[in-house]
């Protein structure tokens, strides 16, 4: 497993490099870099609000198709309530903010998991964000906001379940059933902060999908690391099974 920074010298997206066409990022480590700054938890998540801004834009300028940020899990709700405000708030003001500039770059938002359990004047926010770059035809933000692997795969069978009878349940039927029915599959994973685990994201994705730790934490992930990571994915054979 390749670790942390692979080189020190910028690597860009050069003509002969792989793009992967969708990468997914659980971005980790906000509260230790506030730590480390002798700051609360809260300016961890701020400064990684400006990562997900600088690394949105990268992706973008890399020709990445599609970019799934872990935002929220299902399991965050474990969290203090002070701090769960914190990230709710965070996110309005992310969509307040960013909105006319992804409308405008021709994004595409979109959000996986059961986000409608948020508060009702969010879940608004969030339903027109969606609803205004819908006709959007560029790269794909998509947001993973209260989202956890094992209940969309739950969800999945019971809708299945209830449709068809048990033989015609089969991989397709359940991959057309997720919430990334419609998204490029998936190629790459970045996990930041050292932590080497899914924790319940994309797991069904996540199949055939690259996996990458790096060390760095999530606020000062930019487009550098973000260029070295795809760097490390085009050189990475990928087998599918095969030879
Ligand atoms: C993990 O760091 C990070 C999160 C649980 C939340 C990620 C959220 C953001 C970056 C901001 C909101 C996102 C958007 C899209 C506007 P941690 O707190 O677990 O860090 P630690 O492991 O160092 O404590």
Partial sequence: MEQGRVSTAPVLAAADTTIPRHVA??????????????????????????AVR???????AMGIEAL????????????????VGELMKLLRFFIRSDLAELARENVRLRVIGDYRAFSPDLVALIDDAIART?????????I??????QAELAAAARRLAARLPAERIDEAAIEAELDTADLPPLDLVIRTSGEQRLSNFLLWQAAYAELLFVDTLWPDFD???????????????????GL
Avoid: C
């Fill in 144 to 149: 993973a906001l209260n989202y956890g692997a």
């Fill in 68 to 83: 799934t940020l872990y935002a929220f899990s299902s399991e965050n709700w474990r969290r203090p309530e002070e701090e």
């Fill in 25 to 50: 990022i659980i971005m980790d480590g906000n509260g230790r870099w506030a730590k480390r700054r002798h700051l609360p938890r809260a300016a961890g998540h701020k400064a990684g609000v400006d």
């Fill in 54 to 60: 600088r690394v949105t834009r990268a992706a973008r």
């Fill in 134 to 142: 819908a006709a959007n035809s560029g790269p794909l933000l998509v």
């Fill in 223 to 241: 487009a550098e690391a973000l260029a070295d990571a795809v760097a490390v994915f085009g050189r990475r054979q990928r087998r599918y099974g």
